[in-house]
């Protein structure tokens, strides 16, 4: 009885494969069928592990039968097969033009590249000039010419990726070696501008930063900078607020509740570091601005004289500001976003908002 059964159910299930294989005409639909039929947990390859629970002669009769229609149903997959690409290569010989077409999806912008856009614009209206530099940066560049000499304590402020390549250079018969680091900030560029262009000078530069920091709500290891910087005769700290006022009024189209307050940066004499009120939680405290209410946009001040002799600028004849505006952070408070890590998180649910 067992072994009627099962020879039935064979014979049923090769007419059911035969019939569903009259109206598959393309290459998936075979492939599909054939692994749904005849693949590793198939429905036929079930049937067949039922054999072992057999006597030997029935084994036999059953499993001559199975080879049988397995074989047929094989060669058969193998014609219609050999079908399909012959008619799918005929088709794409045919164009029908008059066929609606598929939408193509635009891209857009990443919210950061717009702000940095819009800022740019800002500036250049007021008649600085874009710079950039190297994200992978000479030791020199990084620290040294901005203040920053190795033994200074300083550095421990700034996380850095080191690089081990090294580059040695020759001075007085010694050999320096000077590390590469992935640039901690945009500063660098402060002294290759001042090296190029002398004074006077007004100048911003966008680009990625790199800190070797735990990431949280309100801190990555990559993001973006805004490093500005004016030299000319008679700059005072006033033309830094009103600059920096400007470039928020200009961001977010109204006037910003701003406190100033005072900052050390080695680079700059003095410093002073610019917040707004956190647009999140309008200054009620929240992880995004480290629960004070607050949150540092701007740290500022007046160049030091020293940054200015390591660009070739005379401190006695001119004077100047530095910027860092952290692009980022401003892209959170535009746009009312609570966590930094979302701009690199490459998630496109979060990135079709903008």
């Excluded at 190795?150 to 010694?174: C, I, L, S």
């Excluded at 911003?204 to 805004?226: I, K, S």
């Excluded at 406190?259 to 700059?268: I, K, L, T």
Aim: charge should be positive; hydrophobic fraction near 35%; glycine fraction near 6%.
């Amino acid at each position: 009885m067992f072994v009627k059964n099962t020879q039935d159910k064979l014979n049923n299930l090769k007419q059911k494969i035969l019939d569903q294989l009259q109206d598959a005409k393309e290459k998936k639909v075979l492939r599909d069928l054939e692994i749904k039929y005849l693949g590793r947990k198939g429905e036929f390859t079930k049937i067949l592990r039922e054999l072992k629970n057999l006597k030997i002669e029935e084994r036999e009769k059953i499993g001559k039968l199975a080879n049988q229609i397995k074989n047929e149903l094989q060669k058969k997959f193998k014609e219609l097969n050999s079908e399909a690409s012959e008619f799918n290569s005929s088709a794409s010989e045919f164009t029908d033009v008059t066929l609606s077409g598929e939408k193509i999806e635009k891209g857009h912008l990443h919210p950061i590249t717009i702000v940095q856009n819009e800022l740019e614009n800002l500036f250049t209206s007021m008649g600085f000039v874009i710079e950039e530099g190297p994200e992978l940066e000479s030791d020199y560049y990084n620290f040294e010419a901005l203040n920053l000499p190795k033994h200074h304590p300083a550095r421990d402020m700034q996380d850095t990726f080191y690089v081990d390549t090294r580059k040695e250079t020759k001075k007085n018969g010694q050999i320096n070696t000077n590390d590469l680091v992935m640039r901690t900030h945009t500063s660098p560029v402060q002294i290759r501008a001042m090296q190029k262009y002398g004074a006077p000078l007004k100048c911003v530069v966008p680009g990625r930063v790199f800190r070797c920091e735990a990431t949280d709500a309100c801190h990555e290891h990559t993001f973006d900078q805004l490093e500005g910087l004016m030299i000319d005769k008679n700059i005072s700290i006033t033309n830094l607020i009103a600059t920096m006022k400007e470039l928020l009024k200009g961001i977010f189209k109204k006037d910003m509740e701003v406190r100033v307050r005072p900052g050390y940066f080695p680079f700059v004499k003095p410093g002073i570091e610019l917040d707004i009120k956190c647009t999140i939680c309008n200054g009620k405290k929240c992880p995004a601005c480290k629960n004070s209410g607050w949150l540092e946009l701007l740290p500022a001040g007046m160049v030091h004289p020293n940054v200015l002799k390591y660009g070739g600028i005379d401190p006695k004849k001119y004077s100047g500001f530095a910027f860092g505006l952290g692009l980022t952070r401003l892209a959170m408070m535009k746009y009312g976003i609570n966590d930094i890590r979302l701009f690199n998180s490459g998630d496109l649910r979060f990135l079709k908002q903008f």
